[in-house]
């Protein structure tokens, strides 16, 4: 059975840093998945990857298929970027999705 | 495009009703799968389906039916409503890729069902 761990838990930061929140998982994948989800709100996704980096405005989600490692980076945090982050991955012939736990991010002004 | 919509966005049951969580999508998805999404726990797939007429449990499937007539709907019905059924209900779809894996999965906005 795969798990997908991510890291920290929990995370605070203050405006304008930079911020890294890890996902691992245990079985080759499909694809890696990463959702955001906002307090009290509904759930997004952010981006889909399978192999190197993608970005999107102040995102910056990167994935190492050797390493069964994905990280998600936001430059020049903003309390609008306040919110839980899921990695969630995918894998070939139609099996469900796995979810990570989420990172609770919080940004101070 | 809608996208995913759910009905209701709030529901207060009392123990031993019954009710249905309405689930539709207007992107032709094949896959259409109802989550539940509990305190300091991730994402619990509940009952799950890879087209009209196919069904199947997830992890948590005891007290919920599913049923899938259209690609568009998938409805999840509690049959006897208890506490342990209190939580927040997502609804999602997905289409296939070329591989036969999902591409990234479109949420409903959530149903919070609260069971006295």
């Known amino acids: 059975k795969n798990e997908v761990e991510q890291s920290p838990q929990n995370l605070t930061a203050q405006e304008g840093e930079f911020i890294t929140i890890n996902c ?23 981006f889909m990857l399978s192999s190197g980096k993608k970005k999107h405005g102040r995102l910056i989600a990167t994935i190492n298929i050797q390493e069964k490692h994905s990280s998600l980076h936001i ?18 012939y139609g099996q469900n999705f796995v979810f990570g736990p989420g990172t609770r991010l919080s940004v101070l002004p | 495009n809608a996208g995913v919509t759910q009905t209701p966005k709030f529901q207060v049951l009392k123990t031993g009703q019954s009710m249905t969580l309405q689930c539709a999508q207007d992107m032709n998805h094949e896959y259409m799968s109802w989550y539940r999404q509990d305190p300091g726990m991730g994402l619990r797939l509940i009952h799950y389906s890879v087209g009209a007429g196919i069904t ?35 609804c999602a779809s997905s289409s296939r890729t070329s591989g036969l894996s999902y591409n990234e999965q479109f949420f409903g906005p959530g149903t919070r069902l609260t069971v006295l």
Request: charge should be negative; include cysteine.
């Open chain 2, 56 to 90: 199947d449990q997830g992890e948590v499937p005891n007290g919920y039916n599913v049923s899938r007539s259209t690609t568009e709907d998938f409805p999840l019905r509690l049959l006897s409503a208890a506490p342990s059924q209190t939580s927040v209900y997502f």
């Open chain 1, 75 to 92: 430059t020049a945090s903003h309390p609008r970027d306040s919110a839980v982050y899921i990695c969630a991955v995918s894998y070939s």
């Open chain 1, 24 to 46: 691992s998982y245990s079985v080759g994948i499909s694809a890696l998945h990463w959702l955001q989800q906002h307090p009290g709100g509904g759930i997004v996704s952010l």
